[in-house]
C-alpha cells in the first residue's frame, strides 16, 4: 500500500480530485513512491475506481505508460466490477478496516484525522494485504 496522499492547495485545504490534480499526483508522487520503494511497475498491478477523473482519456494514458496493461479499471482490458467481493479485496477489507482503526482514536481536528490516517497506513503489514 502506497499512501496516503491528500489531494490539498498550498494552504492544506481539501481539493476536489479532478483530471490535472489526479495525474499529478501519479507522476508526482505515485511513480516516484514506486521507484523511491524499488518496485518496478512490470511486477505492480494498479487498481482504481470508475470515478471520472481516474478514467479519462489523458488519466487512462498516464496509466498505461504507467503500468502497461496491467490496470484495473472502467475501460481497460480488465474491467473494474464495481461491488464485486472477490474482485475488489480493496473495497471490502483494507477500507473497512482502516477505516474502524483511524475512527477508534476519535480525531477531533482535520490535522488529527490525518495524523491517524497516516498512523494507520503506516502500520498495515504486508502480510496483512
Same mark, same amino acid.
Given at each position: @500500500? ?13 481539493? *476536489? /480530485?479532478?483530471?490535472? *490534480?489526479?495525474?499529478? @499526483? ?9 521507484? *523511491?520503494?524499488?518496485?518496478g511497475t512490470?511486477? /505492480? ?14 488519466? @487512462? =494514458? /498516464? ?8 490496470? %484495473? !479499471?472502467? *475501460?481497460?482490458? %480488465?474491467?473494474?466490477?464495481?461491488? !464485486? ?14 477505516? !474502524? ?5 476519535k480525531p477531533?481536528?482535520? @490535522?488529527?484525522?490525518? =495524523?491517524? %490516517? ?5 502500520? %498495515?503489514? !504486508?502480510?496483512?494485504?
Amino acid at each position: @500500500m502506497i499512501g496516503p496522499y491528500f489531494f490539498e492547495d498550498e494552504a492544506g485545504r481539501t481539493q *476536489r /480530485v479532478n483530471l490535472a *490534480r489526479y495525474t499529478e @499526483m501519479l507522476r508526482t508522487f505515485l511513480e516516484p513512491e514506486l521507484e *523511491r520503494l524499488c518496485v518496478g511497475t512490470p511486477n /505492480v498491478w494498479f487498481q482504481q475506481n470508475g470515478a471520472t477523473a481516474h478514467t479519462v482519456r489523458t488519466a @487512462m =494514458q /498516464v496509466l498505461n505508460e504507467m503500468f502497461s496493461a496491467r490496470v %484495473i !479499471s472502467r *475501460r481497460v482490458i %480488465i474491467e473494474w466490477l464495481a461491488r !464485486s467481493p472477490n474482485l475488489n479485496a480493496c473495497d471490502f477489507f483494507p477500507w473497512g478496516y482502516l477505516k !474502524s482503526k483511524v475512527c477508534e482514536k476519535k480525531p477531533r481536528t482535520t @490535522m488529527d484525522l490525518k =495524523q491517524n %490516517i497516516r498512523d494507520e497506513v503506516a502500520a %498495515i503489514y !504486508s502480510t496483512m494485504l
